[in-house]
């Protein structure tokens, strides 16, 4: 019987582990599957969370790209419809009223080409409808003045592609005005005031004398003109800088206009300093910025004169205007 105990012991002992193992094992099983199944659906979150974050930044830039699309499309359509209308503009003739106002205003004008005639009207169209022209000191513009201020600025670039991009006002004075200028000399700086006929301000405006600039459109031979002063201004400002030196077309040097521009003012200054008199306005002496501005006046109106006190100069002038004055009738 004692002998047998150990024997019948063991037997028990290994039975009643087998019940305990399978439920270890079954709750380990549990916990793995729990632990795996927790783990899986993590991972599903995870993977979830970013596709709908990816489909969110999706839908942002879709949404983006048709904003820019719309603003790209709007400002494309400003920009045609603006490219329209000065197309139009400039194809467009003057009414037969306004046409006589110019030539009765402006008798240079009859000298110009019937083709030139045709461009000159189009530009003269759409100056009037870019620049507010805005009485000062009373007066109260009219068509006439309107008219002929417009008509004497579009004259100088009748043939050429320049133009007055920036321009958007021309103030008239009935007559004279002061206007005040600052001048440095070192750390000091004076303002004094003077009498002025017109002005001439980086991109705009143009101040004129109602009275001189009609009384310059009806002389048409003297050499003196202050539309056409004041808008070549404007033109050698187109450059970036007033320096006598207008923004060239490819097809002109501007090393060849800058030593033609540079010898004739420099004879120009010497006569000037001899009290001596030439074609051109002694007040083109005051700086290269004036000299061009007082050649325009008489290449315009004594252009015969100018060619003949000075071909290089008359022949970078006709090339960059692109027109030869002496030539109209």
């Known amino acids: 019987m004692d002998a047998d105990y150990p024997a019948t012991g063991s037997k028990l002992h290994a039975c009643s582990q087998q019940p305990l193992f399978r439920v270890l094992h079954d709750r380990i099983s549990l916990e793995i599957v729990v632990e795996l199944g927790a783990a899986h659906h993590g991972l599903f979150a995870s993977r979830l969370a970013k596709r709908a974050s990816t489909i969110h930044w999706a839908i942002h830039m879709t949404a983006l790209l048709i904003l820019v699309i719309l603003a790209t499309g709007c400002i494309g359509c400003i920009f045609w419809f603006k490219r329209q209308k000065r197309s139009h503009l400039l194809n467009t003739a003057l009414p037969e009223p306004q046409r006589v106002i110019v030539q009765q205003q402006v008798p240079l004008i009859r000298k110009l080409p019937p083709d030139l005639q045709d461009r000159l009207e189009g530009k003269i169209s759409l100056l009037l409808d870019q620049v507010d022209f805005i009485g000062c000191d009373g007066l109260d513009v009219t ?37 005040r200028q600052a001048q440095r000399n070192g750390y000091v700086l004076t303002e004094r005031e003077t009498i002025r006929t017109g002005e001439s301000w980086a991109r705009g405006p143009v101040v004129l004398s109602w009275t001189h600039a009609q009384r310059g459109a ?13 808008f ?48 051109i306005d002694t007040y083109g002496a005051e700086g290269p910025e004036e000299f061009f501005a007082v050649l325009v006046e008489v290449f315009f109106e004594r252009p015969v004169e100018l060619k003949h006190a000075e071909p290089a100069l008359y022949d970078q002038l006709t090339t960059y205007f692109r027109l030869d004055p002496t030539t109209w009738a």
Request: with cysteine.
């Open 143 to 179: 068509d006439e003045m309107r008219l002929s201020i417009a008509a004497q600025a579009c004259l100088l670039i009748v043939n050429s592609p320049s133009w007055y991009d920036h321009l958007r006002t021309i103030l008239i004075y009935p007559g004279a005005f002061k206007s």
């Open 218 to 230: 009806f002389n048409d031979h003297d050499g003196h003109n202050v539309v056409f002063h004041e």
């Open 232 to 279: 070549a201004h404007q033109l050698d400002d187109l450059s970036g800088r007033t320096d006598g030196i207008p923004a060239l077309e490819k097809d002109q040097s501007f090393s060849g206009w800058v030593t033609v521009f540079a010898e004739a003012y420099k004879h120009h200054v010497q006569q000037v300093s001899h009290g001596r008199r030439t074609v």
